[in-house]
């Protein structure tokens, strides 16, 4: 994986001269003149949507931020349309928005989501300075308003009118629905529809994202025979708690510090009686101390920077598993989660261009995140199908909590640098992103 990612910067240093782009055209100053002047209503608009209660399974609450954004896309001459999802998968549904430009010219993806984890009683959105608080700010309507306000800026220069672009604003990123595969057709489908994709959750002033890990879960569950506890390691064998801490010792001894892989034991539960609720991830388990437990259960998570990885990684778990103690017997499956997002020339090809319109902006280089910085996202899924960079959102800290909060005064260069970004790479021809088609993640 080292020499991939070295691979990548060297892609990145060998197409230089090809998107050194350092000075503002007349058109992106204009850009750029545009974003400024809307900077407090760009502002307005993101405290109202803020101001929204969104979390996933809020499902009036996400409608409500999705038509709001939809009218501005109306507005933008995008046509607009709602994925509606089945009622038994209690999500909202998803937002997508189309652009017809020029044929012939690369077509760009924008990814964003509506809903929050946190789910707030009420309005959240408090300014102070340069900064404010909210729960959604920064992750991620933040980078949903970047997205629109740069498509807003592009439009006052004359420069969307020629652009093929779609958006895609989903309603569960935060917690998938299922199937997974089924939750993101939309966005699978206007990937294949794309040659480039740029997805914004949260940014820094300095680094975006070419590869992104993905994540899948495990369940591990160990049984033994229940004995009175003067009888354990002969007649009533090890019992289960002892052998589910020899697998997850096992784990940590035997797969510790393969780069970009980890996996988390998070949850454990065990003795003669254990009830565990695989939806919340919680449960309880009763026993007496002299009693040989005769239940245990573990869950956590499996990440992973490629597709191959966690599949040598899941058989060796497997092997560990079932090398029982006497007495014992253990099981393990996995469910897959989010898609890897492996790094790829094409995807540093995509990062140059954000690279020097940062520059050409006054804002200085921008360069890889380590991969293993970065939680799994929505761009995976559409991993095989374009080139991508992520991380163009808000800047902010605190995502997930009730302290979040955003930088106002970074909005600014981060719309710039969007708005910049789509109009260098949608005015390029489509044959530069030629991408081999491959199976649908999950699929």
């Known amino acids: 994986m080292r020499r991939l990612l070295c691979a990548a910067a060297l892609a990145l240093l060998a197409h230089g001269a090809l998107d050194a782009q350092t000075a503002l055209s007349r058109r992106e100053q204009r850009i750029r003149a545009a974003i400024a002047a809307a900077g407090d209503d760009q502002v307005a608009y993101l405290q109202h949507v803020v101001d929204i209660p969104s979390a996933t399974l809020d499902l009036p609450g996400v409608l409500r931020v999705g038509e709001t954004f939809r009218a501005s896309f109306d507005s933008l001459g995008f046509r607009t349309s709602w994925v509606e999802m089945p009622a038994a998968m209690r999500r909202a549904g998803h937002l997508v928005a189309e652009h017809r430009g020029k044929s012939g010219r690369a077509r760009i993806l924008l990814i964003g989501h509506f809903d929050t984890v946190v789910q707030p009683a009420g309005p959240t959105f408090v300014r102070q300075d340069s900064l404010a608080r909210g729960i959604g700010g920064a992750d991620m309507k933040g980078g949903d308003v970047v997205i629109l306000y740069a498509l807003k800026a592009l439009q006052r220069a004359g420069a969307l009118k020629d652009l093929n672009i779609t958006a895609v604003f989903t309603g569960d990123e935060e917690d998938c629905g299922e199937p997974r595969p089924f939750a993101r057709q939309a966005l699978i489908d206007a990937s294949r529809r794309s040659d480039v994709s740029l997805a914004f959750e949260g940014g820094t002033p300095s680094l975006a ?15 033994g025979k229940q004995a009175h506890s003067a009888g354990i390691f002969s007649g009533a064998g090890y019992g289960a708690i002892y052998e589910m801490s020899r697998i997850l010792d096992a784990f940590r001894a035997q797969l510790a510090g393969e780069q ?61 598993v079932a090398q029982h103690l006497p007495g014992t017997d253990a099981q393990i499956s996995f469910t897959d989660g989010y898609p890897a997002m492996p790094p790829t020339e094409g995807n540093s090809r995509v990062l140059a261009v954000y690279d020097t319109a940062s520059q050409a902006l006054g804002y200085g280089p921008v360069t890889a995140m380590d991969p293993g910085l970065r939680g799994a996202g929505d761009i995976s899924f559409v991993a095989p199908f374009t080139d991508g960079l992520e991380g163009l959102g808000a800047l902010g800290e605190g995502d997930h909590s009730p302290g979040e909060w955003v930088n106002l005064k970074a909005l600014l260069m981060q719309t710039e640098r969007a708005a910049l970004t789509i109009a260098r790479l949608g005015n390029r021809p489509a044959r530069q992103f030629h991408r081999e088609l491959k199976a649908a993640p999950g699929k």
């Open 209 to 223: 994202t070419i590869a992104r890990r993905g994540i899948s879960g495990w369940r591990l569950t160990t049984t």
């Open 260 to 320: 970009y892989l980890t996996f988390n034991a998070a949850t454990l539960l065990a003795g003669t009686d254990v009830a565990f609720d695989t939806v919340t991830t919680s449960g309880t388990a009763a026993s007496k101390t002299n009693i040989v437990p005769r239940q245990a259960v573990a869950a956590g998570d499996l990440r992973f920077i490629s597709p191959e990885q966690p599949e040598r990684t899941r058989e060796r778990m497997r092997a560990v």
